[in-house]
């Protein structure tokens, strides 16, 4: 099993086709796990995700690294225009397509299979854009967001949801322990693999969040950039404008 600082060493592409076959390997469980594992509280986030995307009626939205659809179903419910979901990982967006078809989203939603890192969509093409728990995944984090920013419309919207590191005692210990050691073996018993449910707590872990990420938001030229906190700091939502 290779450590996150091993996979962090790979270069773009060949980290890209490492955590790929690892989603792929885990797609049937994905959703089970995660709901399971946030105690059902994921669902509320990104809820709040397309609150806080200011999504409307008649507006273009993507969702990057989409996983098997869940923010792009919540996003249905602001009834935009169209709605793009990128993936990477096939058997991710195989588990989308069974959940679109009971969603009746066959036309509201198109399933694309691309890296974030070469999104394959012209200039100034979306109102918002938004990923949720994957933007620690992409192969290089400057250029997938730098990738975002280019296929946003001028005053377009990213939000980005992603698990955090709670900063206070004790939850900060207690959040810890069980990432560390209960939910990888969780992960393990339920899905049959433990790599991936050993990447998951490393990935969080190595994260830049807080200050640190809203400033590669600045850097990738997003403006008006602001965070905010979710659920004693187990995640957070980052908001920026092009």
Same mark, same amino acid.
């Given at each position: 099993?290779q450590?996150?600082?091993?996979?962090?060493?790979?270069?773009?592409?060949t980290?890209?086709?490492?955590?790929?076959?690892?989603?792929?390997?885990?797609?049937?469980r994905?959703?089970?796990?995660?709901?399971?594992?946030?105690?059902?509280?994921?669902?509320?986030?990104?809820?709040?995700?397309?609150?806080?995307?200011?999504?409307?009626?008649?507006?273009?939205?993507? +969702?990057?690294?989409?996983?098997?659809?869940?923010?792009?179903?919540e996003?249905?419910? =602001?009834?935009?225009?169209?709605?793009?979901?990128? +993936?990477?990982?096939?058997?991710?967006l195989?588990?989308?397509?069974?959940k679109?078809?009971?969603?009746?989203?066959?036309?509201k939603?198109?399933?694309?299979?691309?890296n974030?890192?070469?999104?394959p969509?012209?200039?100034?093409?979306?109102? =918002?854009?938004?990923? =949720?728990?994957?933007?620690?995944?992409?192969?290089d984090?400057?250029?997938?967001? =730098?990738?975002?920013?280019?296929?946003?419309?001028?005053?377009g919207?990213i939000?980005?949801?992603?698990?955090?590191?709670?900063k206070?005692?004790?939850?900060?210990?207690?959040?810890?322990?069980?990432?560390?050691?209960?939910?990888?073996?969780?992960?393990?018993?339920?899905?049959g +693999?433990?790599?991936?449910?050993?990447?998951?707590?490393?990935?969080?872990?190595?994260?830049?969040?807080?200050k640190?990420?809203?400033n590669?938001?600045?850097?990738?030229?997003f403006?008006?950039?602001?965070?905010?906190p979710?659920?004693?700091?187990?995640?957070?939502?980052?908001?920026?404008?092009?």
């Amino acid at each position: 099993m290779q450590k996150i600082e091993e996979i962090e060493t790979l270069d773009q592409e060949t980290k890209n086709a490492y955590i790929r076959r690892m989603f792929n390997g885990i797609s049937r469980r994905y959703d089970f796990l995660n709901h399971f594992l946030s105690a059902g509280i994921d669902r509320h986030w990104r809820k709040q995700a397309i609150e806080i995307s200011n999504l409307s009626s008649g507006e273009m939205f993507l +969702d990057v690294a989409c996983g098997t659809g869940d923010l792009s179903i919540e996003a249905a419910k =602001a009834k935009p225009a169209k709605i793009i979901a990128v +993936d990477f990982a096939e058997k991710m967006l195989q588990g989308f397509g069974e959940k679109k078809r009971k969603s009746n989203l066959n036309g509201k939603v198109e399933m694309v299979q691309a890296n974030a890192e070469k999104l394959p969509f012209s200039d100034n093409a979306f109102d =918002a854009a938004s990923v =949720a728990f994957g933007v620690r995944n992409f192969g290089d984090l400057k250029s997938g967001l =730098a990738e975002m920013h280019r296929v946003l419309k001028r005053n377009g919207r990213i939000v980005v949801l992603e698990f955090s590191n709670p900063k206070h005692f004790p939850f900060k210990q207690i959040y810890s322990f069980y990432f560390k050691k209960i939910l990888p073996a969780l992960g393990h018993l339920i899905s049959g +693999d433990s790599q991936a449910y050993s990447y998951l707590p490393e990935s969080v872990l190595s994260f830049p969040d807080g200050k640190v990420f809203e400033n590669i938001l600045l850097d990738t030229k997003f403006h008006d950039v602001r965070s905010m906190p979710l659920t004693f700091g187990i995640a957070a939502l980052y908001f920026g404008i092009k």
